[in-house]
């Protein structure tokens, strides 16, 4: 904070203490206006618009409780009591009826008021930082009723584990969800920090080491200057590891130090960081089918796997895709500046007979260019038996590597080979996409 952009009003009929108060803050730093009287101060208020008041409790016309009660009426702002050794009680007082804290005169050591007004600036600040924080977390996370439409289990285990410090692990196909589910976590846990959202997929593995845990100047070349890495951003809050499964095997040993000792350090430095982050996974692979394989650390699997939470495929939740596509063609409607158009029934059985192998992901992505090609009253949507990524395969098969292995084999048909614009149709990362053709055997 810039203190020279922070307005303190003094309030005090003690014309010495007040010009004692105003020179100690100024040489702080702060913006500093001095008033005799609550009458004088309720006269400039509104042009000063202070950030802070301290205002003394006695004063001859109108005591300072009284002259708190009428700047509240009307300015959000907070308040600092003078009052004397022998009338602490009325200060605290005061604190119950709004005041943030009190100082008391004579002023003893001009250190206790700058510590003062500094805490009441940082308690401010972090509420106003928590709310933003909180309003840019839930900007694109959609009501309750419709992110959690057939998922009402899920949602119950998310409201047991939220207020715990338990790593949560989130399993599901590509496009179900499980980023939005871990935003939902990381509100109702109530933790201070930020969410930090890491694909561990998008970011390639020789950065991603120095992304999660930051670097000292000079750890390699173009280190120019110390960056902090996503676990000390995350700070108390929650990280988001998504495509976990995706981590190369030294990275998953210092990420399992991290869940096991709470520490790490950054590259090029040999201090330990402490991480209060309560850590989410994410993933679309059996963590322990690649245990079995090899590929993934076994003990890490067991730090991950404390409380498994499985978000299932949106061909699994039919009944409510009629609730999730009016809501999608409303938001996408407003976000494309288009008036909302009405979903007609011949639409709607054919979205509820698809098997949407990239779910809800995909959902969005179908609705999105019916919205903008359609004209009329009505929402088009045809032909969707015919997409790049269709899988012709009945939901009771449920064999859900041949219909990965299919729709890869589709999209990369229809993109002439190009697996960037393949993995862009799939809704997956470049990387992933490299892993699962290698995996199935794709030529």
Known sequence: MNRKNLRILIVDDDKSFLLLMSRILEDAGYTIKGAGSPEE??????????????????????????????????????FIMITAFATVDSAVAAMKMGAEDYITKPLKDPDQLRLTVSK????????VENALLKQAVLDDVPPMDVLFAGMKDVLEEIRNVAPTDATVILYGETGTGKTLVAKILHMMSGRKGMFVDVNCAAIPENLLESELFGYERGAFTGALAMKKGKFEIAGGGSILLDEVSEMS????AKLLKVLHQKTF?????????????????????????????????????????VFPVSLPPLRERRQQIEMIARYLVDVISGRLGKKPKTLPDAALTEMIGYNWPGNIRELENIIERAVIVSKGSELRITGLCSTEVQVRLQVASGDLKTVEKEAIINALSKTGGNRTRAAETLGISLRSLQYKIKEYGVR
């Open 41 to 78: 101060a309720l006269k400039i208020i509104d042009v000063f618009a202070p950030n802070l008041i301290i205002s003394d409790l006695k004063m001859p016309k109108m005591d300072g409780i009284h002259f708190m009660k009428e700047v509240k009426k009307h300015l959000d702002v907070d």
């Open 120 to 127: 009441v600036f940082d308690r401010r600040h972090l509420i």
């Open 249 to 252: 095997p030294a990275l998953q």
């Open 265 to 305: 350090e950054r590259l090029g430095s040999i201090e330990s960081l402490k991480s209060n982050a309560r850590v989410i996974a994410a993933t679309n692979r059996d963590l322990r089918h690649m245990v079995n394989d090899g590929k993934f650390r076994e003990d890490l699997y067991y730090r991950l796997n």
